[in-house]
């Protein structure tokens, strides 16, 4: 691929600002609102996108995918109400710099982290595509089951504060994830009779309960989301402070690069999703940092790491997608529909057949996240503005619209009760301190964890040993061994140097 080339789809891409930007403008709103996703906004879309110019088509969805993980760390940094799966980790730091008075600076971290994560991911898979397209391959029912492990221990990681009752919330959510038919012989499993839930429960519902519901029932107790001594700050921000947020984005430029290229990886794996490579890149972020302890206080980092990721995921997903003729997941099956609606072989034909489709949809992307950073990025002083409003006026309207988010992806009343139930137990949690976030981990990886186990079990006809058969799994393995080991070392190496500084105190 010469430079002329590329540069040509670049000035291609840019023609289509007509198509991008109104597909960023829905995928803004689709982010900010819980429960509402890009694959059902995409759906519902469809028969739009049929009908446009192939090129137009895809421009028109890559703006709407793109920006729709930007937009769901909005309200998770603002009202601690994940919009999408991928921002629930954002959460963990997003949250707590909003009550700090600092919710502009988290929101020009995030912007500025989702920007530039998605533009590193995206040139990075321009330039090693085929490479690249062959990783899916690798990673067998063997290697996903460790991939799910690795998501498991991440309820460790969080629980840090209090191992015991984050591992009693982690193999809580576990026992909810397993609800459901069971994956082999559809025996009901915890269903309690309802057939609403022999899929399992739908992840939307408890995404809107555990987080959403539960966090307005605290804010109740009161008057608004910053606490009292920090008002006046938040309400004196300036564009001082956008700068501020930028310059601590590139202070931390290289982590949004790795924890990117993680989003990447995972993007490429079929059924990981954008929630798994979040939580994975916080967890990286914290075990590597030099300050573990500031995770989860309102610590910048804790919310460039998710978002990078899950902005890195986007280019992941379309990689089989396009090399492969494989949809990782629904947003890759919805493009594979609209380009062999027109005609497009996908696979590796697609790149020698037609090369400005293949590259050019990388390229679109691209342009996407450099006009996000140009459009969005000065938004975050005016959104940060919404945590002035009083509570008693934002819970109304955040439990209405997550209402109808609940409904909106099965369109069962069904649901609209399970988030409620969600939310009580997510408040009783909260009020109990047992960390929500683990929960979400369990329903998360549990049932993703039992299809893997039990698909890897099934060709081995039983056999345990098959779990570490394979030298990638097996490097996989000894990574999960680290992550876990590497704190607890850690911890102990501090303890050590704490008592020797005060034994050295004790002789002075």
């Known amino acids: 691929m010469t430079d002329g080339f590329l540069i040509e ?6 023609g289509l600002w007509w198509v991008i930007l109104p597909g960023m403008a829905i995928g803004l709103l689709v982010g900010i609102l819980p429960g509402f996703s890009a694959q059902n906004t995409l759906i519902i879309l469809l028969p739009l996108t049929l009908t446009m110019p192939v090129e137009a088509g895809t421009a028109f969805m890559i703006g709407l995918y793109c920006t729709t993980q930007l937009g769901g760390g909005i309200p998770a940094i603002l009202f601690n109400m994940p919009g999408e799966g991928g921002a629930a980790a954002t959460t963990l730091d997003g949250y707590p710099m909003t009550q700090k008075g600092q919710a502009q600076q988290a929101l020009v971290c995030c912007f500025a982290a989702s920007a530039f994560g998605g533009l590193v991911t995206t040139m990075a898979t321009i330039a090693l595509l085929p490479w690249l397209s062959q990783l899916g391959l690798y990673f067998k029912s063997v290697e996903m089951v460790v991939v799910m492990v690795f998501g498991l221990t991440l309820i460790a990681a969080i629980a840090s504060k209090d191992l015991l009752k984050g591992l009693i919330a982690g193999f809580f959510g576990l026992m909810i994830g397993a609800i459901g038919a069971d994956p082999v012989f559809g025996t009901p499993r915890g269903t309690f009779g309802f ?22 029932f605290e804010m109740l107790e009161q008057e608004t989301i910053v606490q009292s001594d920090k008002l006046d700050a938040a309400k004196n921000a300036a564009w001082k402070d956008t700068l501020e947020g930028l310059w601590i984005t590139l202070r931390y430029s290289w982590q949004t ?13 079929p059924g990981a999703g954008a929630t798994v490579a979040a939580f994975l890149a916080y967890h990286y972020s914290k075990m590597f940092s030099k300050t573990p302890e500031l995770y989860g206080t309102g610590h910048p980092p804790g919310v460039i790491a998710p978002e990078s990721a899950n902005n890195g995921v986007t280019s992941g997903t379309l990689i089989p997608v396009l090399a492969l003729g494989i949809p990782g997941g ?26 400005k489709i293949a590259y050019g949809i990388f390229v679109q992307m691209a342009v ?22 009083p509570t008693k006026f934002l819970v109304p309207m955040i439990l209405s619209l997550v209402a109808v988010a609940s409904f909106s992806e099965r369109e069962y009343i069904f649901d609209m009760g399970l988030a409620l139930a969600f939310g009580v137990v997510g408040y009783i949690a909260r009020k109990t301190r047992y960390e929500v976030t683990a929960m979400l981990i369990g329903v998360l990886m549990g049932p993703l964890l039992e299809t893997y186990l039990l698909r890897a079990l099934r ?8 779990l570490f058969s394979s030298t990638l799994g ?35």
């Open 368 to 389: 996407c996240y450099l006009l996000m950073a140009l459009m969005i990025l000065p938004l975050a002083r005016y959104m940060s503005r919404v945590v002035w409003v």
């Open 474 to 508: 097996n490097v996989l393995w000894a990574m999960v061994v680290m992550s876990l080991l590497l704190p607890l070392l850690r911890s102990l190496r501090k303890g050590g140097v704490l008592a020797q500084s005060q034994q050295a105190g004790y002789e002075s």
């Open 257 to 269: 690069i790795w924890t990117s290229m993680i989003g990447l990886i995972v993007g490429i794996l």
């Open 9 to 14: 789809l670049f000035m291609r891409a840019f």
């Open 459 to 466: 060709i081995g006809q039983g056999d345990w040993t098959i």
């Open 330 to 355: 629904t947003t890759g099956a919805i493009m594979m529909v609209v380009l062999t609606y027109h005609g497009l072989v996908l696979g590796p034909r697609l790149f020698l057949e037609n090369p």
């Open 195 to 216: 057939l609403e839930l022999y899929d399992g429960v739908p992840l939307i519902p408890a995404l809107i309960g555990l987080f959403a519901i539960s966090e307005a």
